[in-house]
T-cell receptor, first 112, second 113 residues
């Protein structure tokens, strides 16, 4: 399974863009990159996903490098409510089911 | 959360007791999943189900059991054989196949007395 590497923690000033990196150098051609976030003691919240093109939705933007070995999640204007653990995962479809492996993620602290 | 409910929010188990965690979804999703999360760690897959009356073991199924009698419901029983049940349990669901995104419920925290 493709593994991901994320920095354990990051700080971001409120109102500024938060750029969260993720390395997934062993990703295969048909595996999607997904981002979730988890606020303490809550279930993970889906943010965005992509295969090879950059994606944008109302929450964030996802930039995937051309070789697909890394990606960056961008929160354009971070607020205090964006403080959470952010998980970058590679979703594998194998044996007839989706397998998602969550690592330890990046703890983003938005500072007033 | 997005249409997935889990109950209760907190659950206490006595030694040797079986307990059942509820998971219901109204998203019309075919696939449902149970994960376990320990403090400071990622999620580990316990069981998953792609269709009613069918389910498969995940990475850490020992000490757990599930049923899938209805499309909307996927209860998890933590049996007395699970020696270290204290954890945060998360249920998820998705459409079947490669395009479905997994959406998670709010979780149940299980504590052993």
């Amino acid at each position: 399974d493709a593994k991901t590497t994320q920095p354990p923690s990051m700080d971001c000033a409120e109102g500024r863009a938060a750029n969260l990196p993720c390395n997934h150098s062993t990703i295969s051609g048909n595996e999607y990159v997904y981002w979730y976030r988890q606020i303490h003691s809550q279930g993970p919240q889906y943010i965005i996903h992509g295969l090879k093109n950059n994606e944008t939705n109302e929450m964030a933007s996802l930039i995937i490098t051309e070789d697909r070995k890394s990606s960056t999640l961008i929160l354009p204007h971070a607020t205090l409510r964006d403080t959470a653990v952010y998980y970058c995962i590679v979703r594998v479809y194998s044996g007839g089911y989706q397998k998602v492996t969550f690592g330890t993620g990046t703890k983003l602290q938005v500072i007033p | 959360d997005g249409g997935i409910t889990q109950s209760p929010k907190y659950l206490f188990r006595k030694e040797g007791q079986n307990v059942t965690l509820s998971c219901e979804q109204n998203l019309n999703h075919d696939a449902m999943y149970w994960y376990r999360q320990d403090p400071g760690q990622g999620l580990r897959l316990i069981y998953y189900s792609q269709i009613v009356n069918d389910f498969q073991k995940g990475d850490i199924a020992e000490g757990y059991s599930v049923s899938r009698e209805k499309k909307e419901s996927f209860p998890l029983t933590v049996t007395s054989a699970q020696k270290n049940p204290t954890a945060f349990y998360l249920c998820a669901s998705s459409m079947a196949g490669t395009r479905g995104t997994q959406y998670f419920g709010p979780g149940t925290r299980l504590l052993v007395l």
